[in-house]
């Protein structure tokens, strides 16, 4: 199902400009540690599933997982530098096409996704399958993204050309959460820690809508005006969650799984 990404046949420059490598290290780890952990989650799909992250202090960089690595297996070390061009700064092997397509031109066209991460993580992908928007404000954690949601509702097959990730940029728009019809999520977040804390919440929240609506009994959905305080109060401890929430999957993986930060 996944494809490599044939890049142009210049080669890549050997000086990507300045970056800071200690900011630069530190967001390795933490971009590990969310494959890792969204593998002993279930959210990944084989080797078709990808996560990137703009380099810090950087608009035109990024990383990413390469090719043929399965999240159990990704490290901070091996995770790739790449540019919009397609050509690979840092790192061994190259990035997966699709990945490519997606991640670069999302990156491109909206800088404030400084994350981007992308999966066919069951229950959310189960809900850009069924008609009617994909998410029900029956549940408190549903409403963390409450007037945060777009979806695609053009399904072109896979993301082989710029075009159709420019596409797939432009109906994201400004939402951060984007259900992709008959095919998976995008979700997308000002850090790491932010975008980690919403693909885990997205799938809590899908699982326990996908469980009630098992029962065939209807949907008690909240009150508009509650859900968007509700929604309000959320977001704004938001990033102090999410950081720590990601500082917790680090200290776990440490002990687990120390691996990840190699």
Not at 196 to 224: H, M, S
């Amino acid at each position: 199902m996944a494809h490599e990404l044939r890049p142009a046949a210049r080669p890549a420059p050997n000086d990507p400009g300045e970056i800071d490598g200690d900011a630069l290290a530190r967001a390795r780890i933490d971009l590990a540690a969310c494959f890792r952990m969204a593998a002993r989650l279930g959210l990944e799909e084989g080797i078709c599933n990808h996560f990137s992250a703009l380099v810090p202090g950087r608009d035109d960089l990024f990383l990413v997982n390469p090719y043929g690595l399965a999240f159990c297996e990704v490290t901070a070390s091996s995770l790739l530098v790449c540019d919009f061009a397609g050509h690979v700064l840092a790192g061994e092997g190259r990035p997966e096409a699709t990945a490519f397509y997606i991640h670069a031109r999302l990156h491109a066209r909206l800088p404030r996704a400084r994350a981007a991460f992308h999966t066919h993580m069951p229950n959310a992908t189960a809900l850009s399958m069924v008609e009617g928007e994909p998410l029900a404000w029956a549940g408190q954690t549903a409403l963390k993204f409450y007037g945060r949601t777009a979806v695609d509702d053009v399904y072109n097959g896979l993301a082989l050309d710029e075009a159709e990730g420019d596409r797939i940029a432009a109906t994201l728009g400004e939402a951060d959460i984007l259900f992709l019809r008959n095919h998976g999520v995008m979700v997308t977040g000002p850090t790491i820690a932010e975008a980690w804390d919403d693909l885990y919440y997205l799938e809590r929240a899908a699982e326990v809508q996908v469980k009630a609506l098992g029962t065939g009994r209807p949907l008690r959905i909240v009150d508009p005006a509650v859900a968007r305080r509700a929604a309000a109060q959320m977001r704004e401890g938001d990033p102090e969650s999410a950081r720590l929430h990601l500082e917790s999957v680090k200290r776990v993986l440490a002990l687990q799984d120390p691996g990840f930060a190699a």
